[in-house]
T-cell receptor
Framework: AQRVTQPEKLLSVFKGAPVELKCNYSYSGSPELFWYVQYSRQRLQLLLRHISRESIKGFTADLNKGETSFHLKKPFAQEEDSAMYYC???????????FGEGTQLTVNP | NAGVTQTPKFQVLKTGQSMTLQCAQDMNHNSMYWYRQDPGMGLRLIYYSASEGTTDKGEVPNGYNVSRLNKREFSLRLESAAPSQTSVYFCASMGVGDRTEAFFGQGTRLTVV
């Protein structure tokens, strides 16, 4: 079975502060990990995926297989980062795509 | 390029009524998914289809049925709607083999009274 856990439902930081959104996973094989973002009342969109090792909008995430984690980080949060963030896991090609519970990030001015 | 299109965007049903949510994608993706989004519970997988002609249950399949009509279309049917099925429903599709990202529809806000 595959499972994704995001322990924080709500996270509030001030503009310019560092932010870390936690994601832990459970999967027996080699997973593909993603972060998706949903701005207010919009459809979900990909933020980044571990396999591409890229930085989008200043966000990065490192896959730690030992700790089975894929935490999302940004050194200096901006007000426009306020959104719902979902961590997701996919196994073999064509398999289910499982999401975590989501973390609502609020960046205060 | 329309991506993933869901219809309708909004729907109000009475308890016991049936309806079908439609989803179509134009990206030639093999995999398609139906999720429901509820506050505090994230996105929960209802059903998915790894390829045309196959469907599999997700985490919360009870009360739903799906049809993978062809490679483009994946519909979700509520045979007898219940208030517990009030939710926002999202359809998604994803390519196979290269593990590309999932693309989502705009969502269907369903209220069962």
């Amino acid at each position: 079975a595959q499972r994704v856990t995001q322990p924080e439902k709500l996270l509030s930081v001030f503009k310019g502060a560092p932010v870390e959104l936690k994601c832990n996973y459970s999967y027996s094989g080699s997973p593909e990990l993603f972060w998706y973002v949903q701005y207010s009342r919009q459809r979900l969109q990909l933020l980044l995926r571990h396999i591409s090792r890229e930085s989008i909008k200043g966000f990065t995430a490192d896959l730690n297989k030992g700790e089975t984690s894929f935490h999302l980080k940004k050194p200096f949060a901006q007000e426009e980062d306020s959104a719902m963030y979902y961590c997701a896991l996919s196994g073999a090609s064509g398999s289910r795509l499982t999401f975590g519970e989501g973390t609502q990030l609020t960046v205060n001015p | 390029n329309a991506g993933v299109t869901q219809t309708p965007k909004f729907q109000v049903l009475k308890t016991g009524q049936s309806m079908t949510l439609q989803c179509a994608q134009d990206m030639n993706h093999n995999s398609m998914y139906w999720y429901r989004q509820d506050p505090g519970m994230g996105l929960r997988l209802i059903y998915y289809s790894a390829s045309e002609g196959t469907t599999d249950k997700g985490e919360v399949p009870n009360g739903y049925n799906v049809s993978r009509l062809n490679k483009r279309e994946f519909s979700l049917r509520l045979e007898s709607a219940a208030p517990s099925q009030t939710s926002v429903y999202f359809c998604a599709s994803m390519g196979v083999g290269d593990r590309t990202e999932a693309f989502f529809g705009q969502g269907t806000r369903l209220t069962v009274v």
